[in-house]
Nanobody, 129 residues
Framework: QAQLVESGGGLVQTGGSLRLSCAASSRTFSMTFMGWFRQAPGNEREFVAVISSDGGHTYHADSVRGRFTISRDNAKNTMYLQMNSLKPEDTAVYYC??????????????????????WGQGTQVTVSS
């Protein structure tokens, strides 16, 4: 069973950058697609980005495209989210998630919470104005 641990969150000013990391314990890390979601108080969990098992495909939500970049290093069992040009509306708890599967599906498939099998505990990102 995969265990996911996020790190790298914190407080940053508008326009700043942060890089989140998600370390996975499972030896099957390279066989899972990985995603980032976020949840602000009072809101539903929102899809941010996803990356295929081999790193060859990525898909980003419209709200972060061009500012955030998802990547992974299968040799280190770690996924990343580079966040640039941060805005106050990016403030949320960020969660990493993993789902079993190596066949790349449509972007909308990965935006659904139910399609992920494992979740981390989350890391807080706060962007001050």
């Amino acid at each position: 069973q995969a265990q996911l641990v996020e790190s790298g969150g914190g407080l940053v000013q508008t326009g700043g950058s942060l890089r989140l990391s998600c370390a996975a314990s499972s030896r099957t890390f390279s066989m899972t697609f990985m995603g980032w979601f976020r949840q602000a108080p009072g809101n539903e969990r929102e899809f941010v980005a996803v990356i295929s098992s081999d790193g060859g495909h990525t898909y980003h939500a419209d709200s972060v495209r061009g500012r955030f970049t998802i990547s992974r290093d299968n040799a280190k069992n770690t996924m990343y989210l580079q966040m640039n040009s941060l805005k106050p509306e990016d403030t949320a708890v960020y969660y990493c998630a993993a789902g079993r599967g190596t066949l790349w599906m449509s972007g909308s498939y990965y935006s659904r919470v139910a399609n992920y099998d494992y979740w981390g505990q989350g890391t807080q990102v706060t962007v001050s104005s």
